[in-house]
């Protein structure tokens, strides 16, 4: 974003010169960013681990994450001050032990936790449960807590928090919402995780705006997941002059996300956000006959591992055919984790200098649907920018929004 429009944020100005030792001063005794979580999942369990994990790692140990500081901050300047879900095994429990609770399932790979004094409190359900999960074994699903929910707001002041992290499952369109408000009401940035289009929608964009607060989302991509490496290679495609005729991805695993989209009606902003995030790359939009992206299959014993399978189909020079297959297997939910890192510590950069709405750079580096969609290589540019301080022209035209462009006939 540049200066000029942070500088015509509502009640933002520049702090004098004893403001700007004294923010110094008060950063070097207290670094912490201190965060709240929505869905105390596999990913909210990677994240957790992560934070303690990096630690006290220096050097080379670094390595999995993209950033090791970002604005002065580390990962290990995460602390986190309030966790929310609806499962009976984690409410009322703290959340260094609510993490490992069924039907948690992610690779435990920091085990060794410090006490937070974080009790997972009871979340509003609303619809962040579908209802096929009742059909499941215990250890697979999700299993209600018979308890009054949480007044969100009111709890999110007395943490302290700064910023939410979202992590409620695809399909939860009325709890995500809940939570919206509640940063609004708070005023508590927000990390918008999942598919349901907030700092991409221009209502919910202007109320982020007007209170002051800013928010990244939405649909928090991956490291090196099936869609970052979708959309590079139908930006390499475009590149090397190569016309794609056809493309699918499919995706199999065995975590509760998986289970989740089983009910096919939770996946509609689901599968929005994940072509239109390809479709973006592309010089020309595909038919969506010739479009296929998203879950495929629950796969019980994959657990948190996640495998993609991508085909491409083109033609390059002389109308010769191209066909590209390709098999990822990740870890899901760490995968997610070694992102979310990241636009923690930059929606934290946001509110000490003021700005508000959503952060268009690193919305559009680290989410799926963004505000704006920009060639990869550009939004890592913009985000670099964004976390230097420095100014960063960004194109003049966006990609179509990603809630309209399915055009009539297309779904």
Not at 322 to 349: F, H, Q, T, W, Y
Not at 370 to 386: G, L, M
């Amino acid at each position: 974003m540049k200066a000029a429009a942070r500088d015509a944020l509502p009640g933002r100005r520049e702090p004098n010169s004893m403001e700007i030792e004294i923010v110094g001063a008060s950063r070097s005794m207290q670094k912490n960013i201190k965060v709240a979580i929505a869905g105390v999942g596999n990913c909210a369990s990677a994240l957790v681990q992560g934070v303690e994990y990096y630690r006290s790692r220096q050097g080379a140990a670094f390595g999995g994450i993209m950033r090791h500081s970002i604005g002065g901050y580390k990962c290990s300047d995460v602390e986190f001050v309030a966790a929310f879900d609806i499962d009976q095994r984690k409410v009322g429990h703290p959340l260094e032990e609510a993490i490992f609770a069924k039907p948690n399932c992610t690779r435990i790979f920091q085990s060794a936790l410090p006490v937070s004094n974080v009790i997972v409190q009871a979340s509003p359900v609303l619809d962040g449960v579908a209802e096929h999960m009742a059909d499941y074994p215990d250890d697979a699903a999700f299993r209600s807590a018979d308890l009054e929910p949480t007044d969100v707001t009111a709890a999110l002041r007395a943490s302290g928090a700064e910023i939410l992290v979202c992590y409620l499952p695809v399909g939860s369109e009325r709890a995500v919402k809940h939570y919206a408000q509640a940063c609004l009401d708070a005023r508590v940035a927000m990390i918008n995780c999942v598919p349901v289009f907030l700092a991409s929608d221009s209502d919910w964009a202007q109320k982020f705006r007007d209170a002051g607060i800013p928010i990244v989302g939405d649909d928090i991509k991956s490291q090196v997941g099936a869609t970052i490496v979708h959309r590079a290679l139908a930006r390499l495609f475009a590149d090397r002059g190569v016309s794609l005729d056809r493309t699918y991805q499919l995706n199999t695993g065995g975590n509760t996300d998986f289970l989740n989209m089983l009910e096919r009606g939770r996946l509609k902003s689901k599968k929005i956000s994940k072509t239109e995030s390809v479709q973006s790359q592309l010089d020309e939009r595909l038919d969506t006959r010739d479009i296929h992206i998203g879950p495929s299959d629950y796969v019980p014993w994959q657990k948190d591992n996640k495998v993609c399978f991508i085909r491409m189909e083109g033609r390059g020079f002389g109308d010769a055919p191209i066909e590209l297959e390709m098999r990822l297997s990740v870890e899901d939910s760490p995968n997610s984790a070694g992102v979310v890192i990241d636009a923690i510590r930059c929606a934290k950069l946001a509110l000490e200098r003021g700005e508000a709405g959503p952060l268009e750079a690193p919305s559009a580096y680290y989410m799926k649907s963004p505000p704006r969609q920009f060639r990869d290589s550009v939004a890592r540019e913009a985000c670099n920018a964004f976390i230097d301080g420095r100014d960063f022209d960004l194109p003049a035209e966006a990609a179509p929004d990603a809630k309209v462009a399915v055009h009539p006939g297309r779904s």
